[in-house]
């Protein structure tokens, strides 16, 4: 039992309450100062895991609801440190861009409390060991989204953050309604246990696995988003002020991609086995659907928009290979994808600065002209987001594909057109930005020392990552195998018994 | 129930006075507070009187924690104090003391002399002790129309706004329908098993076999219509909104929190004790009503303009979801409606007060172009109207989604996992009304009247006094208001005293 896991999660809010309430001049060096800090423990934390024991440390186990059996549980392990560290990679990022592009109508202290109470949102939900709370941080952290858009958004904020959060919910109240019932059916009229460790040790029936598993698989895919479950994300996408948006893509999708591996796997294996097909279905449309669509929208933000829709397609599908390539792919893919998405989204604000305002790729061209360096930079994140290979994506993809193609061919062959189809989306969006013909209202300054102060170090981490994918491999892959270990036995199970069956 | 006729002189019936204590506190308070109603000097009416019935609230609710933990029966087989009683009493008396500060200086019980109101009120509340610890149809009878009859008073308590007249009298007549219906159900129940008492006449019905007999079962169809009535539940809620309108906010605060309470009470106890045997008649009926409930509250919440009539569907949707505890028939479900009951009530009357402030304050009503811009010009009362809808719609963190949970859990674990699952998946509308809401007072524009692009009327209306706009609300809507809405909080995310509290709420009614 230790305390620090507490600390990490609610520093980020602490840090949000003092600079709401200290004098507002201050709010937003706070929320960095905040943020950072955070960025160091995660890191701490990162170092100080100890692989060769693996597992769950860092347990936190308090009973939080005794009626109802909710604990207070909070551990890492190899599978979420990675994707914490970037979640605060990411926010510390987010608050930088606060000092350059200050969100008006003058209320940084509750920008900064909404901020961090975002961010101990998601990292809970990460940590979480407890299924009931990992559903209440999952739902949690769509509220500070709800004030942050309708808050500081863009001109259409009411409706798209209404329809961010009735799709969302749709889903998340689900996702409760089956994770209450996993937990009471796996008493059988004892006490309810939520601890994830506890239910892992009693599946469920087959057939309430099912409904359940839809239920969490629903809540996720929303959340992702995944075709056809992303009506909400072209109204949500385009509202949202620069620095939500940033964390909004790079990391609320991972959260649903991290349920699938730690939640939905381990406690319904058989259900996943038996959905196998469906989910690749899901994933697969999705790559092909959102790489179509970024290739032909004119916003810079919608590009992403629906880029990110493809490249979680890739992501769900290494998770839904059912192997160890795959999942690993996955977990770094989910990592390359937050940094160069939330990087991407700093971009097309400094695109749209340089554009006189307007963030249609119609608009931009030439940009480049004015700006060498900021050029370099983008290339990077351009060359990242279609996975050249030499980038920790092309890596990743690679897993993906692999893992793919052992567990079921066709998927992968189909999920291979996306690679191509990456390519021309990306390029498309740095070509028409950054070459072509000046654009009328185009006036190309180069990057600025805090747009820099942005964006650089984010590059750096995408390099780094290249250089050394196994720094999220490796930690990584201790987690996968658990969050396997499950569906493995499910599948083996259900080989055995359909082998039986053609035997009789 | 049967006497020794043998006997010339019956013995008159054993009482247990301090087991009554809440009731008589309640009587008694309402007749002191009529008397000093009379008084002559202003500040004696307008300050001592509410002063008189908050302390009144206040002995009874001491009264019902003396008695905490109790499970006793009351003159006779009349009346039961069980913990149902006790907790439903402690959410009526807690209703009952927020309705008096939201009550305070407000128009309505100056235009009908502040010792009536407020005495109305405390009789009202009367009403649902008899009714909420009745064990007998007649007494049932007589406890739905001693809370009933000070309501009708009191919904028309305006009585120089016409709104307010109309919402009384409407009242009255969809009120004595129900009651009327109740009374015949009852009637005929006493025909087919020819007992009065709860329990005599589970036993009549399981040893005569009664469960299909049609007599019986109209009774039972004319309880169910009464009873959903007066708990406005669907399809026969459609004088709620309506009455919720019209009558004083404060009047509209206290019914929605304490006659739902109520309600729900008789509801369990004459369904889940009197006719338990025969269940598999009327849980059907009541799963479907639940349904039409939950459907019909948060798609007529959609789009309206006042908030009162936002708030009227909302607490249709709501007893909807109460319903679904209620349907189970568990220990389990009982515990969640009493949950539900008490966290749902801090939100909605935070909600209420909230409303009420901004009636006085700005010359728009009940309209939501009243709360335009409240997040800059008076950030406490937004900032606890937030925290309301946020828990009114479910949101965690917050004592709503404890409720919700509650019910999610009970229903799981009663096999009802997909009623509970059709109930989440309705109150995904209800975001629909409540955070345009919260939007609406966030969204920055300070100035009322300045968003043409809304075309929301806005409505004349609202007290005389109220006229002069700038004017701030007295101190206690805001105190009320942040209080409350630290609650929701608090017990959105400590949870466990309210379910300690509610843990032994079946006790009383011998269920699995």
Redesign the interface.
């Known amino acids: 039992m230790t305390i620090h896991l507490s600390i990490i999660l609610w520093l980020p809010a602490a840090a949000g309450l003092l600079a709401l309430l200290l004098p507002s001049r201050f709010a937003r060096w706070i929320s960095l100062l905040g943020a950072l800090l955070v960025l160091a423990y995660a890191i701490t934390l990162l170092v100080d895991y100890d692989r060769a024991a693996g597992g769950m440390q860092y347990v936190t186990d308090i009973t939080w609801i005794r009626s109802i059996g909710i604990h207070y549980a909070l551990a890492v392990s190899g599978l979420n440190l990675v994707l914490l560290a970037t979640t605060a990679v990411i926010f510390t990022a987010s608050a930088l861009w606060t000092l350059i592009d200050e969100p008006d109508s003058g209320k940084p202290g509750i920008y900064a409390l909404l901020m961090g109470l975002a961010q101990t949102a998601v990292m809970g939900a990460f940590m979480a060991q407890d299924l009931a709370l990992f559903v209440v941080f999952f739902d949690l952290m769509l509220v500070p989204f709800y004030f942050l858009i309708v808050i500081w958004g863009g001109p259409d904020r009411t409706r798209a953050v209404l329809k961010l959060f009735m799709y969302t919910l749709v889903g998340s109240l689900l996702m409760l309604v089956g994770a209450i019932t996993t937990g009471v059916m796996a008493a059988n009229g004892g006490e309810p246990n939520f601890l994830l460790s506890e239910l892992a040790k009693t599946p469920l029936g087959s057939t309430a696995q099912g409904w359940i598993f839809l239920a969490f698989a629903l809540a996720f895919l929303i959340k992702m988003p995944s075709f056809p479950f992303h009506g909400w994300m072209p109204d949500g996408y385009s509202n949202m002020p620069i620095g939500v948006l940033a964390v909004f893509t790079a990391i609320l999708s991972k959260v649903a991609a991290y349920g699938f591996l730690q939640i939905a796997l381990p406690l319904f294996p058989d259900a996943a086995v038996r959905y196998q097909e469906l989910i690749m279905i899901v994933a697969v449309a999705s790559i092909l659907y959102g790489s179509a669509m970024a290739f032909t929208v004119d916003s810079a933000r919608l590009v992403l928009g629906y880029s990110s829709i493809a490249q979680l397609g890739f992501i769900v599908l290494g998770i839904f290979a059912f192997n160890g390539r795959g999942a690993d792919g996955a977990v770094l893919q989910a990592t390359n994808h937050a940094i160069v998405a939330g990087a991407l989204i700093f971009v097309v604000a400094m695109l749209s600065r340089r554009a006189g305002g307007s963030e249609k790729l119609s608009d931009m061209g030439g940009i480049a002209k004015g700006a060498p360096a900021f050029a370099a930079v983008f290339v990077v994140f351009s060359f990242a987001l279609l996975a050249m290979p030499g980038t920790a994506n092309f890596v990743g993809e690679f897993m993906i594909l692999l893992g793919t193609f052992t567990s079921r061919m066709t998927f992968a062959f189909i999920a291979a057109i996306g690679v191509a189809l990456a390519a021309f989306y990306s390029l498309r969006f740095y070509i028409s930005a950054m070459h072509h013909r000046v654009g009328e209202k185009v006036n190309s300054f180069e990057m600025t020392l805090r747009e820099a102060l942005v964006v650089v170090p984010l590059m750096l981490v995408v390099i780094a990552l290249a250089l050394y994918p196994q720094f999220a491999l490796r930690p990584a892959q201790d987690g996968t195998r658990v969050a396997l270990s499950a569906t493995e036995q499910a599948q083996s199970s259900a080989a055995t018994a359909s082998t039986t069956g053609n035997g009789r | 129930m049967s006497m020794p006729l043998a006997s010339t002189v019956p013995a008159a019936p054993y009482i247990d006075w301090a087991g009554l204590s809440p009731l008589l506190a309640l009587l008694g308070g309402a007749i002191i507070v009529l008397i000093v109603g009379l008084a002559g000097p202003r500040g004696i009416r307008t300050k001592l009187v509410p002063l008189l019935s908050l302390a009144t609230f206040g002995v009874a609710l001491g009264c019902v924690i003396a008695l905490w933990g109790q499970n006793l029966v009351l003159i006779e087989d009349a009346l039961q104090l069980d913990p149902l009683t006790l907790i439903l009493m402690l959410v009526i008396c807690g209703g009952g003391v927020v309705a008096v500060l939201l009550a305070w200086r407000d128009q309505a019980a100056e235009e009908i002399a502040h010792g009536e109101f407020f005495a109305l009120m405390l009789l009202a509340s009367a009403g649902m002790f008899v009714l909420v610890s009745s064990r007998d149809i007649v007494m049932t009878f007589v406890g739905l129309e001693l809370l009933s009859l000070p309501l009708y008073i009191l919904c028309a308590s305006r009585v120089r706004e016409e709104r307010s007249l109309e919402s009384g009298l409407k009242y009255l007549i969809i009120g004595s329908v129900g009651s009327a219906t109740v009374l015949y159900g009852f009637a005929l129940l006493y025909g087919a098993t020819g007992q009065t008492g709860y329990s005599d006449i589970a036993s009549a019905i399981s040893s005569n076999g009664l469960a299909t007999d049609p007599l019986f079962l109209t009774a039972v169809a004319m309880c169910t219509v009464g009873f959903a009535f007066k708990a406005s539940l669907a399809p026969f809620h459609q004088w709620t909104p309506d009455v919720y309108e019209g009558a004083p906010t404060p009047v509209t605060a206290f019914m929605s929190v304490a006659t739902k309470a109520a309600a729900f009470g008789v509801i369990i106890r004459l369904f889940d004790v009197a006719l338990r045997p025969a269940i598999e008649a009327w849980r059907p009926i009541w799963i479907a009503i639940a349904l039409i409930t939950m459907v019909v509250g948060n798609v007529g919440a959609l789009r309206q303009p006042s908030m009162k009539r936002m708030l009227a569907y909302s607490s249709v949707a709501q007893a909807g979801y109460v319903l679904v505890g209620f349907v189970l028939v568990t220990d389990l479900g009982v515990q969640a409606i009493c949950s539900y009951l008490i966290l749902y009530s801090f939100g909605n009357l935070a909600a209420f007060a909230v409303v009420i402030a901004r009636e006085r304050e700005t010359g728009e009503g009940d309209n939501i172009s009243a709360l335009r811009g409240l ?1 800059t010009s008076r950030p406490a009362l937004a900032i606890a109207m937030t925290i309301s809808m ?1 828990s009114l719609a ?4 917050t004592a709503g ?2 409720g919700k ?2 019910l ?2 009970a229903a ?2 009663g096999d009802y ?1 997909w009623l ?2 059709v109930l ?2 309705l ?3 209800s ?2 009304y409540y ?2 809401v ?2 609406t007072m ?3 524009e300070t100035q009322p009247g300045t968003d043409a692009a809304s075309g929301v009327p806005v409505l004349a209306g609202g007290a005389p006094e109220a006229d002069a706009t700038g004017a701030r609300a007295g101190w206690e809507l805001t105190a009320v208001a942040v209080l409350l809405a630290a609650a929701v909080i608090v017990f959105g995310i400590i ?2 005293p309210v ?2 509290l509610v ?1 032994s709420a079946a006790r009383g009614l011998g269920l699995s």
């Open positions: 997040g946020l479910g949101i965690p963190a989604f404890m949970l509650r999610v859990e799981a674990a996992a509970v699952a989440v998946v109150s995904v509308i975001l629909a955070l345009p919260v939007a966030w969204r920055g949870p466990q379910f300690n843990a």
